[in-house]
C-alpha cells in the first residue's frame, strides 16, 4: 500500500478510460479480444476442419483429436497435462506418446504462462465471456452476487480431483469436465455439451461473477500453478498509474492487479493472470503492456540507477 | 480471529469439500459401473480403459468406416470414450487396425497383433426371432461373418416328421470378434443376433465338474483344480475310469438284483452283437 501514497501518483488527476469515438480507437481498444476469439476460433476451426473437411498440411491431417490429445500434421502429439495427470495419479501405465503429448503442452504453457489457455483457447471462454458482457449491460457489480464463494475454492476442486482420481483408479475431472463435453460437442455435434455451457453461462451471468473460471475450475486451477512459471508478463509502470482502478473493474482474476506487488515487481506476478490483455487494452494511462519476464526484471535491476536522473527531473 | 473460530473455519470447509467429493465420487462410480458400451478393438478391460481413454476421438478419426462414435453424457458409458452401434456401422476389421494404432495413451493397444483376436463384444442368438430358429433357410449371419466358419457355425437339428429339419447359427465365443456385422446384415426387422457384453452373457462351468466324455475323446488331462489339489491316498485310490465307464460303478452297483440283472444281460447281449 506504500506505492499508492507515493508521490508520483498522488500529485496527478485520476483519468477514467472512456471509449474512444473514433472506429480506429475502438479497434485499438479491442485488439486483445479480436486476436483472443481469433486464435480461440482458429483452433476449434483447425480441429473442425481437418475432422470434417479433411484439411492437411504437408500431406498430413492438419489437426487430429481435440483438446485433451491431438496430433499437429501427423507428427507433434499434444496432450492435456491435467488429464494426463489424473491417469497417473490413478497409477496407469500410458503409452509413451500422451506422455510426450502432455510433457510438450506443459513445457509451453510454462513459456507462455498457463492461464493463457483459458483466455486463448479454452471454449468455454466464449460463454463466460458472453456472460460478462451481459453482466455488463444489466449492471450487475460484484455486490450483487447470489452467493459468495472464496476464489481458492477451484484449488480445492483441484486437489479433490486428483484424491478421487487416485482413489477411484478413475479421471474425476475429465468424466465430467464441462469444457470437454462443450468441445467435443462443437467438434461432433450437439448433446448435453451445450447444456453444460448454458449452466455456466446463468452461474455466471446471474448467480456469481467470473463464477466457473474464476472460482470452481480445477483446470484453471491447475494452469494458475503452471503459470507461474510464464515468461509472458503483464507489466506495470508504476510511475504512470493513477490507481484508477478501471483495470480492476475489468479483470477476470481482480486479485492479481495487486498494486503493492506489481509496483515491487513492474508486473503482475499472480499465476491466476490469464494474459487476457483486458486490462493493458483499457488502461487510460498506458501503464500497463505485455513483455517478457526477463525484461521486466533487467529493467527493475537498472531501475534504481536509471530512475535517479529521470525521476528528478518529473 | 481467535483460534476458535479459525478451528471452526477449518472444520466447516474440510466438510464441505469432504461432503462435495462424496457425491463426486459416487457420480463417478456410478458412470463407470454403467452399462458398458462396445468398445473398439484391443480395448483394455473396461475400467482400465475407462480410466486411461483420454477422450480425444482419434479412434474415431482414424476409423475408415465412421464405426466409432463418443458416448455422449448421459448415455450409457463414459462420456467421451469411443463406441459402436453394429446395426448402424459394424467394426469392418480393418487388417491394419487403424484405430488402435492411432490411441495416444495405450487405453487401446497401439501394437495390438491381430484383428482377429479382438473381443468387442459376443454375438447372441434370439431363438424365437432368428428364421434359422423358424426353420428357415437363412444362414445370413454365418456367411457374412469375417471369422467364417470358426465364430459362426450351422448346427442341424432334426425336427418332427413332415416338418423342416433346422439349420440353425451357433456363435463360438472363442472366435467371434464382436465385430457386428452379423447384426448389422441380420434380415429381420429388429436383429435376431447381437453383440453384447460377454459379461451380459456368458457363464462359467467351474472347475469343479468333470466331463467325463472330453477326457474320452482327448489325452486324459487332469482337471485344472484338482491338479492343484494335493493328492491324497483317497483321491488315488479309485483308478481312473474312461469316459462313461464310471456309470458301470459305484451306486449303480447297489441296484436291485433284476434290474442288474437286466442290464447285465443287455451288455451280454450288446457284446454278442457284432
Known sequence: MSALTSASQSSRPVRHFEMPASLAGKLRVWRFTFARRLVQFGVLLAFFGTLHWGWTVFGQPLLTGNLSAAKFAGVLPLADPFAVLQMLVGRHALAAEVLIGAGLTLGAYALLGGRVFCAWVCPMNFVTDAAFWLRGKLGLGSGSDLVRLPSQTRYVILALALVLSAASGLLAFEAFSPIALLHRELLYGVGLGLTAALGIFLLDSLVLRHGWCGHLCPLGAFWSLVGRTGQVKVAFDDASCTRCGDCVKLCPEPRVLHFGNAAASGMITSGECTNCGGCIAICPESSLRFDLRARIRGAAKRGPANESTPGGST | ?274
Open chain 2, 1 to 274: 480471529m481467535d483460534r476458535r473460530q479459525f478451528i471452526v473455519g477449518a472444520t466447516q470447509g474440510t466438510a464441505a469439500a469432504a461432503c462435495g467429493g462424496l457425491v463426486w465420487f459416487a457420480l463417478l462410480e456410478q458412470q463407470a459401473s454403467a452399462a458398458v458400451p462396445l468398445r473398439p478393438p484391443g480395448a483394455r478391460g473396461e475400467r482400465d480403459f475407462t480410466a486411461t481413454c483420454i477422450k480425444c476421438g482419434l479412434c474415431v478419426q482414424a476409423c475408415p468406416y465412421d464405426t466409432l462414435k463418443l458416448v455422449k453424457m448421459a448415455e450409457a458409458g463414459v462420456a467421451g470414450t469411443p463406441t459402436f452401434t453394429p446395426r448402424d456401422v459394424p467394426c469392418y476389421m480393418c487388417e491394419s487396425i487403424p484405430c488402435a494404432r492411432v490411441c495416444p495413451t495405450g487405453a487401446l493397444d497401439p501394437q495390438f497383433p491381430d484383428i482377429a483376436k479382438a473381443r468387442m463384444g459376443l454375438a447372441v442368438i434370439d431363438p424365437e426371432s432368428c428364421l434359422s430358429w423358424q426353420g428357415l433357410r437363412c444362414e445370413v449371419c454365418y456367411r457374412v461373418c469375417p471369422v467364417r466358419g470358426k465364430a459362426i457355425t450351422i448346427t442341424n437339428h432334426p425336427r418332427q416328421i413332415s416338418k423342416h429339419a433346422m439349420f440353425v447359427p451357433v456363435v463360438h465365443s472363442e472366435a467371434c470378434t464382436g465385430c457386428g456385422i452379423c447384426e448389422k446384415t441380420c434380415p429381420t426387422e429388429a436383429a435376431a443376433i447381437r453383440i453384447v457384453d460377454p459379461k451380459l452373457v456368458q457363464g462359467k462351468i467351474g472347475a469343479h465338474y468333470r466331463l467325463g466324455w472330453k477326457h474320452q475323446e482327448g489325452p486324459q488331462e487332469p482337471v485344472a483344480a484338482e491338479a492343484a489339489r494335493p493328492a491324497t491316498p483317497e483321491a488315488k485310490a479309485p483308478p481312473a475310469a474312461g469316459g462313461l465307464e464310471y456309470l458301470n460303478r459305484g451306486r449303480w452297483n447297489a441296484m436291485s438284483a433284476p434290474s442288474r440283472l437286466k442290464r447285465e444281460s443287455f451288455a451280454r447281449s450288446a457284446r454278442a452283437a457284432p
